[in-house]
């Protein structure tokens, strides 16, 4: 099992940057594939990005490709996204999430079985 804290969220404008990080416990951070997901209001969890464990191939939901970055740190035993352009809809909380150990990056929420408790993103218009 790992623990995942979530930071960086806020109220922000339409526009501007904003970088999430994801803090991990234990010592399999660097062996697992990680995932960001956000819940808006009224809707399902939905992916966002993932980063591989190994050579940390990335992949983008359509709706972020070009202005979000994920990243991680395995020294820091950190994940990270960093947001540009952020827009109305990007609006939810963003929660953090660990694959199992050695396994595939994906855009399934159910290949994730650690999940931080989430930090909420708001853009304004």
């Known amino acids: 099992q790992v623990q995942l804290v979530e930071s960086g969220g806020g109220l922000v404008q339409a526009g501007v940057s904003l970088r999430l990080s994801c803090a991990a416990s234990?010592?399999?951070?660097?062996?697992?594939?990680m995932g960001w997901f956000r819940q808006a209001p009224g809707k399902e969890r939905e992916f966002v990005a993932a980063?591989?464990?190994?050579?940390?191939?990335?992949y983008y939901a359509d709706s972020v490709k070009g202005r979000f970055t994920i990243s991680r740190d395995n020294a820091k035993n950190t994940l990270y996204l960093q947001m540009n352009s952020l827009k109305p809809e990007d609006a939810a909380v963003y929660y953090c999430?660990?694959?199992?150990?050695?396994?595939?990056?994906?855009?399934?929420?159910?290949?994730?079985?650690?999940w931080g408790q989430g930090t909420q993103v708001t853009v304004s218009s």
């Open positions: 980063i591989s464990w190994g050579d940390s191939s990335t």
């Open positions: 999430a660990a694959g199992r150990v050695l396994r595939l990056a994906t855009m399934d929420s159910e290949d994730y079985d650690n």
């Open positions: 234990g010592r399999t951070f660097s062996s697992r594939p």
